[in-house]
């Protein structure tokens, strides 16, 4: 009998799933993909989410108690009580795995649960419409249905928003259960308590007064409007580091998590992790996404999460021998003490696998998805005769989604609409486009058919960079840039943004930054408020818990070549391009204010370059050498100084 006294512990299933004859199991799909192309399952999508937020926020499985275990309101969850000493060693009263190697494996179970429940809505949801043709065929979508992710880091469908309509829009068109078409308040916009506190002191003074969940609140009313614009503006460099990630990375604890210690690689700065942060910040906006105490509570989490487990999947199937070595815990939790040894086999808690006796491991998730019942588009491993072949079409998949290499990437994204209103960059800019969209629809048509990576070959035969780009990278070698970051994660006692800007910002403006036209990227450190931090978060301080995070500069680069700014990639001109040009604003997420960066504890700036090929198949190739230009950032606040550790 468990802590609850209940006889059974719930197990933690994903939805049950009998695979297709072919190994197959239906597919979590993209949330714009799904709204576009299989509209029954997104219409119970809607109705069954507005079911699960409906019920009963005491009961185990609603959809309040379940995103209640991510942070608020620190409460043991199915009866999985401490069996830590947390409380007298100042610890944290969760089961929060951030900045973790649990980080990724903890929250696919997590997932998992919600999965579980909402597909149980689904089903009910679809068997109340009229009997006949119209039930028969919501019943049948209902079977393969899966929860939708949301693919941020992808270019927006032509005409389309980065953040599009069915997510800020209050209420949303749908076929109801009777089977009359009416306008609905929309689940996918927020969620509405009901009430705050169904238990009391659930929620601190700071999330008590919001009836609903908010994003850039003004007072209790979300602006969505603005989120759009701001994931537009640094959608370049999100798309690098995704790429970097993807296609560089080969270290699971590095690609994974972004606690950062004196021992880590000048290349391995950004992680998974560090990328999650910075969409939680930037669709937030100091609403309850840019809150961990807060953020499952937001509808929009999960489709978020489930495209950070998706990016994993990918990640894994690339590198299918690579897994975490052991890490001491970072802080005590409910189940974890600070500093034993976290590894594969430690338990996922609250999280009862399939047998209700034992919890999750993340080595028993960590090969493939469908150990919970789905797959992803790009992880449809049973349709490929071997692993190369399935490896060359996630590949392929990657570059379609979020470009081969910088040049790539640059072309097709038009880098967040950075360019200079000079004659001589829009012709070359066009030039790259034409060279650029010739060539890639030829090869990526012959690559599907032939289920290869796609080459893009223009017309001198050189592979991956348009003929207008081409001396940029003399023998196909480029030299990247980078900006690496660190600070102490609960330095500020709340959860705070390193801006990075390439030339002239209005100082006087912060709330113009996000959009500021010289934005860059961001890193953004997610820590805990002092209202909800716990004495153990305070003493993290002290003892400087550092995390850290990557903002690719390439792209920005190479806008201001076309733009004449400057000449090349090579350190002889970027070092002093880069000396007088780089810029970095510290900003409070809850407030808005901005934070003089000498006051940010443990903050380090650093600029650092390697060298990089790009192969024949278009693919970039990383040297894995960094440099290290202190001379950049020495004088400036939070700048790495001469002969300080990078």
């Given at each position: 009998?468990?802590?609850?006294?209940?006889?059974e512990?719930?197990?933690v299933?994903?939805?049950?799933?009998?695979?297709?004859?072919?190994?197959?199991?239906?597919?979590?799909r993209?949330?714009?993909?799904l709204?576009?192309?299989y509209?029954?399952?997104?219409?119970?999508l809607i109705l069954?989410?507005?079911?699960?937020?409906?019920?009963d926020?005491?009961?185990?499985?609603?959809?309040?108690?379940?995103?209640g275990?991510?942070?608020l309101?620190?409460?043991p969850?199915?009866?999985?009580?401490?069996?830590?000493?947390?409380?007298?060693?100042?610890?944290?009263?969760?089961?929060?795995?951030?900045?973790s190697?649990?980080?990724?494996t903890?929250?696919?179970?997590?997932?998992?649960?919600?999965?579980?429940?909402?597909?149980?809505s689904?089903?009910?949801?679809?068997?109340?419409?009229?009997?006949?043709a119209l039930?028969?065929?919501?019943?049948?979508?209902?079977?393969?249905?899966?929860?939708?992710?949301?693919?941020?880091?992808?270019?927006?469908?032509a005409g389309?928003?980065a953040?599009?309509?069915i997510?800020?829009?209050?209420?949303?068109?749908?076929?109801?259960?009777d089977?009359?078409?009416?306008?609905?308040?929309?689940?996918?916009?927020r969620?509405?308590?009901?009430?705050?506190?169904?238990s009391?002191?659930?929620?601190?003074?700071q999330?008590?007064r919001?009836?609903?969940?908010?994003?850039?609140?003004?007072?209790?009313?979300?602006?969505?409007?603005r989120?759009?614009?701001?994931?537009?503006?640094?959608?370049?460099?999100?798309?690098?580091?995704?790429?970097?990630?993807?296609l560089?990375?080969?270290?699971?604890?590095?690609f994974?998590?972004?606690?950062w210690?004196?021992?880590?690689?000048v290349?391995?700065?950004?992680?998974?992790?560090?990328?999650?942060?910075?969409?939680?910040?930037?669709?937030g906006?100091?609403?309850?996404?840019?809150?961990?105490?807060?953020?499952?509570?937001d509808?929009?989490?999960?489709?978020?999460?489930?495209?950070?487990?998706?990016?994993?999947?990918?990640?894994?199937?690339?590198?299918?021998d690579?897994?975490?070595?052991?890490?001491?815990?970072?802080?005590?939790?409910?189940?974890?003490?600070?500093g034993?040894?976290?590894?594969?086999?430690?338990?996922?808690?609250?999280?009862w696998?399939?047998?209700?006796?034992?919890?999750?491991?993340?080595?028993?998730?960590?090969?493939s998805?469908?150990?919970?019942?789905?797959?992803?588009?790009?992880?449809?491993e049973w349709?490929y005769?071997?692993?190369?072949?399935?490896?060359?079409a996630?590949?392929?998949?990657?570059?379609?989604?979020?470009g081969?290499n910088?040049?790539d990437?640059f072309?097709?994204?038009?880098?967040?609409?950075?360019?200079k209103?000079?004659?001589?960059a829009i012709?070359?800019?066009t030039?790259?486009?034409?060279?650029?969209?010739?060539?890639a629809?030829?090869?990526?048509?012959?690559?599907i058919?032939q289920?290869?990576?796609?080459?893009?070959?223009?017309s001198?035969?050189s592979s991956?960079?348009p003929?207008?780009?081409?001396?940029?990278?003399?023998?196909?070698?480029?030299?990247?840039?980078?900006?690496?970051i660190r600070a102490?994660?609960?330095?500020?006692g709340?959860?705070?943004?390193v801006?990075?800007?390439?030339g002239?910002?209005d100082?006087?403006?912060p709330?113009?930054w996000?959009?500021?036209?010289n934005a860059?990227?961001r890193?953004?450190?997610?820590?805990?408020?002092?209202?909800?931090?716990?004495?153990?978060c305070?003493i993290?301080?002290?003892?400087?818990?550092?995390?850290?995070?990557?903002?690719?500069?390439?792209s920005a680069?190479?806008?201001?070549?076309?733009?004449?700014e400057?000449?090349?990639l090579?350190?002889?001109?970027?070092?002093?391009?880069?000396?007088?040009?780089?810029?970095?604003?510290?900003?409070?997420l809850?407030?808005?204010?901005?934070?003089?960066?000498?006051?940010?504890?443990?903050l380090?700036v650093?600029?650092?370059?390697?060298?990089?090929?790009?192969?024949?198949?278009?693919?970039?190739?990383?040297?894995?050498?960094y440099?290290?230009?202190?001379?950049?950032t020495?004088?400036?606040?939070?700048?790495?100084?001469?002969?300080?550790?990078?």
């Amino acid at each position: 009998m468990n802590s609850n006294g209940n006889n059974e512990n719930l197990a933690v299933t994903g939805v049950p799933t009998t695979r297709g004859q072919d190994g197959s199991v239906p597919l979590r799909r993209e949330l714009r993909d799904l709204q576009a192309n299989y509209p029954d399952q997104f219409n119970l999508l809607i109705l069954g989410l507005k079911n699960y937020q409906g019920q009963d926020e005491l009961a185990l499985t609603s959809y309040y108690q379940v995103a209640g275990i991510h942070g608020l309101p620190y409460k043991p969850w199915n009866g999985v009580g401490s069996n830590t000493d947390w409380q007298s060693t100042s610890g944290f009263g969760g089961y929060c795995t951030h900045s973790s190697i649990l980080f990724l494996t903890w929250h696919r179970p997590y997932l998992a649960l919600y999965e579980q429940s909402l597909y149980n809505s689904v089903q009910a949801v679809a068997k109340q419409f009229p009997a006949g043709a119209l039930r028969d065929k919501y019943v049948k979508a209902a079977e393969t249905f899966r929860s939708p992710y949301f693919d941020w880091a992808s270019q927006p469908p032509a005409g389309g928003s980065a953040f599009p309509n069915i997510l800020t829009s209050p209420n949303i068109t749908v076929v109801d259960v009777d089977g009359k078409t009416r306008s609905v308040s929309n689940p996918l916009y927020r969620f509405t308590f009901h009430p705050i506190n169904p238990s009391p002191n659930d929620f601190t003074r700071q999330w008590s007064r919001y009836p609903t969940t908010v994003r850039y609140p003004m007072g209790t009313t979300s602006q969505d409007s603005r989120i759009a614009p701001i994931l537009s503006n640094e959608l370049a460099s999100l798309r690098s580091n995704v790429s970097l990630l993807l296609l560089s990375y080969t270290n699971f604890d590095a690609f994974s998590f972004n606690r950062w210690d004196p021992s880590t690689k000048v290349g391995e700065f950004g992680s998974l992790e560090d990328v999650h942060n910075e969409i939680h910040d930037r669709v937030g906006g100091g609403g309850h996404m840019s809150s961990l105490d807060a953020s499952a509570f937001d509808p929009f989490f999960w489709m978020h999460h489930a495209n950070v487990d998706r990016l994993w999947a990918i990640w894994q199937d690339l590198n299918p021998d690579m897994f975490m070595s052991p890490r001491p815990a970072p802080y005590s939790t409910f189940n974890s003490t600070e500093g034993e040894p976290q590894t594969k086999d430690s338990p996922l808690t609250p999280f009862w696998d399939k047998s209700g006796d034992r919890f999750w491991t993340s080595d028993q998730i960590k090969d493939s998805t469908t150990t919970f019942g789905y797959a992803y588009p790009e992880t449809q491993e049973w349709k490929y005769k071997d692993e190369g072949a399935y490896q060359a079409a996630i590949r392929l998949a990657v570059t379609e989604l979020y470009g081969t290499n910088v040049f790539d990437n640059f072309v097709r994204a038009n880098l967040q609409h950075r360019a200079k209103e000079h004659a001589v960059a829009i012709k070359a800019l066009t030039a790259a486009k034409q060279d650029f969209a010739e060539d890639a629809a030829a090869a990526r048509s012959e690559a599907i058919e032939q289920r290869e990576p796609a080459r893009f070959v223009n017309s001198n035969g050189s592979s991956g960079i348009p003929d207008s780009l081409k001396h940029l990278a003399p023998n196909n070698k480029y030299t990247e840039w980078v900006v690496n970051i660190r600070a102490q994660k609960h330095g500020l006692g709340q959860a705070f943004r390193v801006q990075v800007f390439l030339g002239d910002i209005d100082e006087s403006d912060p709330d113009s930054w996000d959009t500021e036209f010289n934005a860059v990227g961001r890193v953004s450190v997610l820590g805990r408020s002092r209202e909800t931090q716990c004495a153990k978060c305070r003493i993290d301080t002290a003892s400087g818990l550092m995390v850290s995070g990557t903002v690719p500069l390439t792209s920005a680069l190479l806008q201001d070549i076309i733009g004449g700014e400057v000449a090349s990639l090579q350190p002889e001109d970027v070092v002093p391009y880069l000396t007088k040009n780089l810029r970095w604003k510290t900003r409070l997420l809850e407030s808005g204010d901005e934070k003089e960066c000498e006051q940010v504890p443990g903050l380090k700036v650093s600029v650092a370059s390697t060298e990089v090929t790009i192969g024949e198949d278009g693919m970039p190739e990383y040297s894995g050498q960094y440099v290290v230009y202190r001379e950049i950032t020495d004088g400036k606040p939070g700048g790495l100084r001469a002969g300080e550790h990078a």
